[in-house]
């Protein structure tokens, strides 16, 4: 971990995470099966940084949150 990546904790800021990285924390599942989770609306939904951008982040505490849930469910 990175000194900003641990300083953000410090200060209760979240990470932002890369549709790979999202892929790869849940266990890669395929692309159909990510997309339905997404449509469904069971997945937390994703976030732009800025109204232009084209790529697409998730924050890590939703995804480490939805992990829990299925996990406890």
């Known amino acids: ?7 953000g ?6 990470e932002f995470l890369s549709k790979p ?3 790869g924390a849940i266990g ?3 692309p159909s ?4 989770l997404r ?3 069971d997945f ?3 976030i732009r940084l ?3 951008a084209r790529r697409v982040f998730w924050r890590a505490s939703e995804v480490r949150a939805w992990m829990d849930a299925r996990q406890q469910g």
């Open 39 to 41: 449509r469904s609306g």
């Open 9 to 14: 904790k410090q200060h209760g800021l979240d």
């Open 1 to 7: 971990m990175d000194a900003a990546t641990e300083n």
């Open 28 to 30: 890669n599942p395929s």
């Open 21 to 23: 990285k999202v892929l």
């Open 50 to 52: 800025s109204p232009t």
């Open 44 to 46: 937390p939904a994703p």
């Open 33 to 36: 099966t990510f997309e339905t």
